[in-house]
């Protein structure tokens, strides 16, 4: 079921305590979109110890969407890095 695995925070991810790591916006590429969050692929790789979860890819909710309410897969964006206990996501997303 929803909610049941290895650490008790399945789906609470968004919530968690965030750390800002980058100082200016990256650009990265949509991987994938499901809705309410997706996955972005940096476009350069990104110096940090947690950057190789997820393959390398940060993940992002629809809150952190600047404008628009999804990505479109494929697209170019620009954001900023967050760090938390689960990995690196993107926030401040703006897709051009």
């Known amino acids: 079921g929803k909610g049941k695995?290895?650490?008790?925070?399945?789906?609470?991810?968004?919530l968690l305590p965030r750390t800002r790591i980058s100082a200016d916006k990256f650009l990265g590429t949509v991987i994938t979109w499901k809705g309410k969050y997706g996955w972005i692929q940096p476009a350069e790789e990104i110096p940090h110890e947690k950057?190789?979860?997820?393959?390398?890819?940060?993940?992002?909710s629809m809150d952190d969407v600047m404008h628009?309410?999804?990505?479109?897969?494929?697209?170019?964006?620009?954001?900023h890095i967050w760090e938390d206990s689960t990995g690196l996501g993107a926030e401040e997303v703006v897709q051009s």
Not at 51 to 60: D, P, R, T, W, Y
Not at 68 to 79: K, Q, S
């Open 68 to 79: 628009v309410t999804e990505l479109t897969p494929g697209a170019t964006v620009e954001f």
């Open 51 to 60: 950057a190789a979860k997820n393959k390398g890819s940060l993940f992002v």
């Open 5 to 14: 695995g290895k650490d008790g925070h399945k789906g609470k991810g968004h």
